[in-house]
């Protein structure tokens, strides 16, 4: 099972980029606002709506922590918009997206967000689910409601496996 092990890594926006985009203050476009009392950090993401009736989803999820090694069995896609997450704590977390090839997911990766780093998965882009490690942890996450169905599951006949 060599084959099927991915190493974690350092979130970073070139290593992402296939991907989507990074969400992180660090190096984004900024300037102050309301009387100088507070400074925007602006277009931060790319937000797609594809589809029917498109509209934006602001929530909040709260996921269960994992345990490394994770057996990966399952990636999903939203092939009608994207999908942000940003956590609402330092509490460590991974960020699993894969290539595309012939509609399977393919060299999948996983990376691990530094404090403050989130992520915007492009649209139809192969994606673990939320993982949190060590404690339950929220987020903030922007996508896509309206018409059509905006989720496609794979799951692995065989697992792979995240290791550090």
Known sequence: MPDRIIHIEPLTAEAFAPFGQVIQLAGAHHYPINNGMTE???DLAKVELGGTHPRPLISIFRGQPYALPLDLKLVERHPLGSQAFYPLSASPWLAIAAEDEAGKPARLRAFRPAPGQGVNIAMNIWHGVLTPLERQ??????????????????????????VQ
Request: aromatic residues 14%.
């Open 40 to 42: 925007r950090y602006h």
């Open 137 to 162: 942890s929220d987020f903030l996450v922007v996508d896509r409601g309206g018409e059509g169905n905006n989720l496609e599951e794979h799951h692995f006949q065989v697992p792979w496996r995240i």
